[in-house]
């Protein structure tokens, strides 16, 4: 099995900055790409941003120049710098890990942006 624990959430006001950080442990192998999802009541989980093993990275269009991805392959955790946040940031961030396997998640962190 495999285990993501995802830290950094919390309470900023709007333009401020946080990050999160996400640690995979257990029986990991052939990982294919990390990344971070997040999700609002009501709506469907969304990608936020993700990375390849060769540092590729992809990011939805209401992140872009304002979030960055990077990831550590010797330990094994990914994070997401977050700056200039905005209050439609505000949701429940996911940790995903993808092998040849499946995919995996982490419990979430919330993530509030006040106005």
């Known amino acids: 099995q495999v285990q993501l624990v995802e830290s950094g959430g919390g309470l900023v006001q709007a333009g401020g900055s946080l990050r999160l950080s996400c640690a995979a442990s257990?029986?990991?192998?052939?990982?294919?790409?990390m990344g971070w999802y997040r999700q609002v009541p009501g709506k469907q989980r969304e990608l936020v941003a993700t990375i390849t093993n060769g540092d590729n990275t992809n990011y939805a269009e209401s992140v872009k120049g304002r979030f960055t991805i990077s990831r550590d392959n010797a330990k094994n955790t990914v994070a997401l710098q977050m700056h200039s946040l905005k209050p439609e940031d505000t949701a429940v961030y996911y940790c995903?890990?993808?092998?040849?396997?499946?995919?995996?998640w982490g419990q979430g962190t919330q993530v509030t942006v006040s106005s």
């Open positions: 257990g029986n990991i192998f052939n990982i294919l790409i």
């Open positions: 995903n890990l993808k092998n040849i396997i499946r995919d995996y």
